[in-house]
Each structure stands twice: as C-alpha cells, then as structure tokens.
C-alpha cells in the first residue's frame, strides 16, 4: 500500500506533519512519498499540479492532502493557481463521491452557534456528487441573449446535468454507507423545479430498489437547509448533487462550531481517495505552530477505513482524538475557558500517546 502525501501551502505542511506522525504510530505496513502541491508545486516546478506530483496521486492507493491557496497567488492566470490543483486531481482521478461527516463532539458542544441539545450526539454524513452537475456541463459562457426578459443584452448561461450512470453510482454510494450506518438516506433534490433533478429523483428511487433495509427520503434542498439547523440530528446519511452538496457541506460543518475538526474524503470506484481536513490554508496562523491538527488526523483515519480497509486503526485515531479532547487539550481555535491551550505539534503528540494508553 502506498500513502500520496501533498502537504500543500499555509498550515498545510504542519497539520499534515502531525497526521504522518499518528500514521506513523500505528502498526502498519505502507509506504509514504511526499510532493509539493499547489502553490508549493508552482514555486518549484510552475505548476500547481506538476505531472511528477499527479504521477504519484494517480499511483497511490490514497492521498493525504493538506490544503492550498494563499492570496500571493491570486493574481495568477487561473490555470496556475493553487486551486486547480484540487480540481485537476479530482478530474484526473475521478474523484465522483465526496464524504462530508459533520460530528459534534460532546467535549466541543458549547463551540456551536445552536443550542446545545440540537447538537449534542449529531453524526451525519454528507455525501455530494463531485465530477458532474452545473459545475461541469456544457456548454457555458457568455453571449448575447436571443430570447428571455431582455433580448440582445449581454448575459451568462451555465448548464445543469447528470446522466442516469452518474446518478446511480453515487446512489449506490449511499445506500451502502447507510448500511454501515442507521440505514436512513435523505436524497436532495429541486425536482419541483429542475428537470435535472426530478430525473435525479426517479434513479435514486430505481436505485433505492436494491436496498430495501434502507429507509429513502425525497427533500427538497430549500427544506434541507432549513431542516439542517432546525433539527439536525433527523439526518443520517444525505446524497445530493455538486452545488447541493457544496452549499449543504458547508451548512452542515458549521453546526458543529468548529471547522478544524471536519475531515473529508473524495473517492473514485477503485476506492482510491483524496482525503483531506474540510478547512482551507489558513494563512492568517501559518508558521505560528497553532493551527488544529484534528480533521486531517481524523482524515488519516478516514483514509485507513475507505481506501486500507482498516476499520479498526481507524476507530483506534477517532478514539485517541475523543480522548484528548476528554484530557482538555485544545487547540486556540477550539480553546475555552477550563481547558488546556496547546500548539499543532503539541496535539499531534498527545493523539500519538493516546493511542498507546
Ligand atoms: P480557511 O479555511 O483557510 O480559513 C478560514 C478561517 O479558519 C481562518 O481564520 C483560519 O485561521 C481558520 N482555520 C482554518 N483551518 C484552521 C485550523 N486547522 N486550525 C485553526 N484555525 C483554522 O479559509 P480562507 O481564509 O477563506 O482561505 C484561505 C486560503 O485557503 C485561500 O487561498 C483559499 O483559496 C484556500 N482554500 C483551500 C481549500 C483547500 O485546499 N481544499 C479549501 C478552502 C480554501
């Protein structure tokens, strides 16, 4: 087995640095290769996504992914921005299903906007189609309209789409992580509006067919929105589309308050996967060593369980991270007033020592 790591830029390298040291922890055999990604990987080789770093990703039976981006690089041609490396990967991989969980831990509740006994226990997870939808379709662009409320102005025109094949393997997705789950899913639609969806609609219920332990629901994505902050906890698993998906995501990981706790995973039909914390690059705290290491540890694990196949190393990291959480050790992002403030490093090395207690 062999782990990608692409560090990346701001308090990519140092987060991902801790993630390799509880990986490290482990009983394990598998081989590691780092390369620059992003705006690392345009410093040194022009590009942020060079061949011999996709070379590697396109090798491995995982990626561990830090995060890119810093505003330095936002005058560059969008082609050669840190972001892009994100999008060729998924592309160039076929990165189709996005795992999104949001999970409140018990010791964080008071870190949510919302009142705690809406969130204590909450544990959903978002899965979004990645590779297709409104993001991707063609054609787009701009022109001058023909027709519609003002004929000959200029205007921009995008194009919303799924096939039935990309509609069924995300469903398929779904269902099947429902069943490791309470067997609930909440399929996301507009199909009172978009013809895309009420197609999307029709194929997740075909699919639902094959999976009658899994209770299916239909929701509108306006009612989504609403549910999620009304009653979060209804939820188990949700499915939905690329913007759905890429707006619910965000919704979701805010009920939990804190957005340095939320790993991710991006899988393609190999299982292979790009896994990564929810956040950013952070380069307001890069170098300052206080950037919370958590959900790219906690993406380590969820790389073990979906592309090693090692269920039980990733359960041991979710609960060596519950147990520092339980010590007090926090990190200032997460920090309140009783616990213990501690540095990146310095939670790297309690979650390494809890794993062994
Ligand atoms: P961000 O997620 O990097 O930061 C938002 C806020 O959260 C900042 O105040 C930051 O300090 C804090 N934060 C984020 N992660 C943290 C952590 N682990 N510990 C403690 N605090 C943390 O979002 P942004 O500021 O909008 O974007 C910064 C850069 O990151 C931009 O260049 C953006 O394009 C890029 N970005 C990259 C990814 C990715 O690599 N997948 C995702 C989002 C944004």
Redesign the pocket.
């Known amino acids: 087995m062999k782990i990608a790591i692409l560090p ?1 830029d ?2 990519g390298p140092e ?1 991902v640095a801790e993630a390799v040291k509880v990986l490290g922890a482990l009983d394990l055999h598998f081989e590691t290769e780092t390369a620059p990604v ?1 705006g690392a990987a345009y410093e040194a080789h022009g590009h942020p996504l060079p061949e011999s770093t996709l070379k590697l990703a396109r090798e491995a039976d995982a990626i561990l ?1 830090g ?5 330095k ?1 936002d005058k560059l041609d969008r082609p050669l921005r ?2 892009q490396a ?1 999008l060729g990967l998924r592309k160039n991989l076929g990165l189709f299903a996005n795992f999104r969980p949001a999970i409140c831990y018990e010791q964080l509740v008071d870190a949510s906007s919302l009142k705690p006994e809406l969130i204590a226990g909450l544990d959903i997870l978002i899965i979004r189609e990645l590779t297709g939808d409104i993001y991707f379709g063609q054609p787009r662009g701009r022109r001058t309209a023909a027709d519609g409320h003002f004929p000959g102005a200029e205007e921009a025109f995008d194009t919303m789409r799924y096939s039935r094949p990309e509609i069924e393997r995300i469903a398929h997705v779904a269902f099947q992580a429902a069943r490791k789950r309470s067997k609930k899913v909440t399929s996301v639609d507009k199909a009172n509006v978009l013809e895309t969806f009420q197609f999307w609609k029709d194929v997740v219920t075909e699919v639902h067919q094959e999976y009658p332990d899994v209770a299916l629901e239909h929701m509108y994505v306006d009612n989504a929105a609403m549910q999620l902050v009304k009653a979060p906890k209804a939820f188990d698993v949700i499915v939905t589309g690329n913007m759905f998906g890429d707006i619910l995501s965000d919704e979701a990981s805010m009920l939990t308050g804190s ?2 706790m939320l790993p991710s995973a991006s899988l393609n039909s190999r299982k292979q996967g790009l896994y ?2 929810s ?7 890069a170098g300052k060593g ?4 958590l ?1 790219t540890i906690l993406s380590a694990a969820m790389l073990l369980r979906f592309s090693l196949d090692q269920e039980e190393a990733a359960q041991r990291i979710e609960t060596a991270v519950q147990k520092v959480l339980a010590q007090g050790l926090r ?3 997460i920090w309140s007033d009783g616990t213990t403030k501690v540095g990146t490093a310095q939670m790297g090395d309690a979650v390494v020592k809890a794993l062994a207690g």
């Open positions: 990346g701001g308090i987060i992003g992914f995060a890119v981006g810093d505003w690089y840190p972001e994100i957005i340095g990564e914390p956040h950013g690059s952070a380069p307001d705290i206080v950037a919370n290491p959900a990190t200032p992002d």
